[in-house]
Nanobody, 121 residues
Framework: VQLQACGGGLVQAGGFLRLSCAASGHIFSSHVMGWFRQAPGKEREFVAAIRWGSGRTYYADSVKGRSTISKDNAEKTVYMQMNSLKPEDTAVYYC???????????????WGQGTQVTVSS
């Protein structure tokens, strides 16, 4: 499977962005699609995930209440709406696919190329 992420950009604090991740190949109901981010000098961290079959969602505390992950089964696309953005949200955002619901980078076998989000203060 190939994942293509887009939607990043430069926004002011308090602004919003909508990230998209389009998948080619098969996505089964058992799969989990996740968003991670990596800021300069920091490890890649979990942001949000969604079960493809049930649509159940999971969020990191750092974005809970400000971000919404969703999916379009027909388009095989995962979205992440990010509101009330903060400078600390600045990072490269990656989408990924896992066979299990996990917040661990190691559990995700397929990764997109990343899209840069920069939030200015």
């Amino acid at each position: 499977v190939q994942l293509q992420a887009c939607g990043g950009g430069l926004v002011q604090a308090g602004g919003f962005l909508r990230l998209s991740c389009a998948a080619s190949g098969h996505i089964f109901s058992s799969h989990v699609m996740g968003w991670f981010r990596q800021a300069p000098g920091k490890e890649r961290e979990f942001v949000a995930a969604i079960r493809w079959g049930s649509g159940r969602t999971y969020y990191a505390d750092s974005v809970k209440g400000r971000s919404t992950i969703s999916k379009d089964n027909a388009e095989k696309t995962v979205y992440m709406q990010m509101n009330s953005l903060k400078p600390e949200d600045t990072a490269v955002y990656y989408c990924a696919r896992s066979n299990s619901c996990s917040t661990s980078v190691r559990e995700y076998a397929y990764w997109g190329q990343g899209t840069q989000v920069t939030v200015s203060s």
